[in-house]
């Protein structure tokens, strides 16, 4: 018998994958189930015992069913459903993210066109996220999360072309844009950070964080050589923060600082570089050099 504290994770997984030969293209059909159950344990208020301070049951089923046509094609598509039926419930004395019943689904198209000198690539797809948050009330009648039933849906897109201009010059170039809804913690929280000393409310009017990006890339490649360029600008619409407010919260005998979930616009730009060199007279030597850099803005509730 271990002595708290420690942690216990059990995973179970079933997973069923199929691949359907029709004429030309294929089915793919997909199917899971997962349950994850993690327990946190503390030492109890008596020596020797223990208690499930976090005590979290988790099951997730997923599906994905697509038909692809020939890919040995000059043109080609993807077409497919895909969703996510997960339950999360808290057994302990305390929580992380309230009771939830997340139900995902999505329709897609993905497309493809060969030339000699050109790939085009580009799909779309539209999502439905709807959440289901329950009340958690903790054994010492606490409410750590407030009700609530939320639904967000949106499309998302991505289109691209490789220019292959020599045998050893390939020029990328892609615009994409997608959405990333508030999760149940960002929506519910209210209470102390578990583990921490640090106080966090949510916000259940939060919107989905919507983003837009372009991106460029070059590479060059010879037997010996190698060099990569990318530049990238990518802008969030309502992109979630967590945001000190500079006050503080009395709970028990602790002073807390107090948190919220804000957000705002914001902007990440910016550039890689990389290069290579690994002669083929010498295949023991390989020297790589690379080179991020990353700009973010924020536009916030609080300023920028």
Known sequence: ELEAPYLDVNSKILSWQNSIILGSGSLQANFSMQNSKRIEYEPGTTAGTKEDRIDLDLNTHTYDVHYTTDPSKMAGITAGVQGMMQHSKNEGESAIVPNTSTTDAGVYVLGRYDLKKFTFLGGGRFDQRSLALSSYITPDNITLFSKNDLTYRAPSYALGTV?????????????????????????????????????????????AAVNRQLDLGLSYDRPSIGFTASVYHNSVNNFIYLNPTGTNIISGSDTLSYYNYLQGNAVLKGAELGFDIHPQTLSWIDLAVNYGMVRGTLNGNNGN
Do not use: H, I, M
């Open 163 to 207: 220019w292959k201009v020599s045998n050893d010059f390939t020029v990328r170039l892609n615009g994409a844009g997608g959405f990333t809804p508030p999760n149940a913690y960002q929506l519910a929280a209210n209470g102390r950070k578990e583990g921490g000393y640090r106080y966090e409310r949510g916000d259940s009017s939060l919107k």
